[in-house]
């Protein structure tokens, strides 16, 4: 086997289509179909079920591919072993987020890796955590930004850090009064969620049971919000309350005061957030450098807004 056929294999493992595939890897329909055929043959299994407009890997193929992908990973570090003055600062790093913490972490986070990496822009894609899961075991993405936990076979992380939970309440609301206010008393409200799929969502009923029957019955009026921006809008037009990520929280005190950010009583439910990537990525300085910038993001002075008000 070759590692053309190995690159061959994880593309149509992509893209779910051989002419797909074929473009990425710049040859031929029947140059790359070929390729896989021969190293199927070689291993003697189906690494792929061809169908009419479709493709579908099977069991033994998804294994197969997924150590494909370790082996180019283990090959992109020969050039860097051997001309060390390669720079794996200089290139773009795909790095992959969670809708839930991109918009709030990367307008702080990208002027700061300009500064230490100009040679490293990023390509920034968002997504849910299963989904940025898989692209990042099939190498379309380099790194992700996700809440733990998450265990991954291959797959390492790094923490970065913790916030808390807070309150979002119109300013007219009667427990905008209060300095603090708990899960309980949010849970007989208007409580407005995000959808099912967001793994915030997830969190926020593991920490406030009461808060299901809630969410459930404003799901069945078709009353949840497809992102954190979204319910923060609903917040402010009177239609209920919700709990957002600190972080997310950081302007909604802005022009016109038109909802207001409180504490909530302890035990205070919050994620942590992490960096992952596949464990053979060769690119270890942008790793690096992207925990170090990320480790200087101003989070301290967003979740001051919970504390002070």
């Known amino acids: 086997m070759t590692l053309t056929e190995l690159r061959y294999i ?22 790359l179909s070929m390729g896989v055929r021969r190293l199927e043959e ?28 370790r082996v180019l990973d283990e090959a992109e570090r020969i050039p860097l072993i051997a001309g060390r003055h ?76 913790e916030e808390p939970f807070v309150a979002l309440l119109p300013s007219g609301h009667p427990l905008a009064e209060c300095e603090a ?19 915030f969502r997830d969190q926020l009923l593991a920490a406030c049971p009461a808060c299901r029957e809630r969410a459930e019955s404003w799901a069945a009026r078709g009353l949840e919000g497809s992102s954190l921006e979204t319910i923060r809008h609903m917040v402010a037009s009177g239609l209920g309350v919700t709990v957002l990520p600190c972080t997310a929280a950081g ?4 022009p016109g005061r038109v909802t207001r950010v409180r504490r909530l009583e302890g035990p205070v439910p919050q994620r942590r957030v992490a960096l992952a990537w596949r464990s053979g990525f060769p690119r270890r300085a942008a790793i690096e450098t992207l925990c170090t910038a990320i480790a200087e993001v101003p989070l301290s002075c967003i979740r001051k807004l919970a504390s002070d008000n």
């Open 86 to 161: 390669a720079d794996p600062l200089d290139g773009p790093l795909r790095l992959g987020a969670i809708y839930t913490i991109g918009p709030y972490l990367l307008p702080w986070l990208v002027p700061l890796l300009r500064e230490r990496a100009p040679r490293m822009p990023l390509l920034i894609e968002e997504d849910y955590t299963v989904g940025l899961a898989r692209r990042l075991r099939s190498g379309e993405l380099d790194a992700i930004l996700v809440a733990l936990p998450f265990d991954e076979p291959g797959i390492d992380t790094r923490p970065l850090y």
């Open 10 to 31: 994880v593309a149509v493992a992509r893209h779910r289509h051989f002419g797909h595939a074929a473009e990425a890897c710049h040859v031929s329909q029947p140059t």
């Open 251 to 254: 302007d909604a005190q802005g």
């Open 42 to 69: 070689q291993l003697g299994v189906q690494l792929f079920e061809r169908g009419h407009g479709e493709v579908r890997i099977t069991a033994v193929g998804e294994e197969i591919v997924a150590q494909a992908q």
């Open 181 to 199: 206010v708990s899960l309980a008393e949010l849970a007989e409200e208007d409580l407005l969620l995000l959808g099912p799929g967001h793994c």
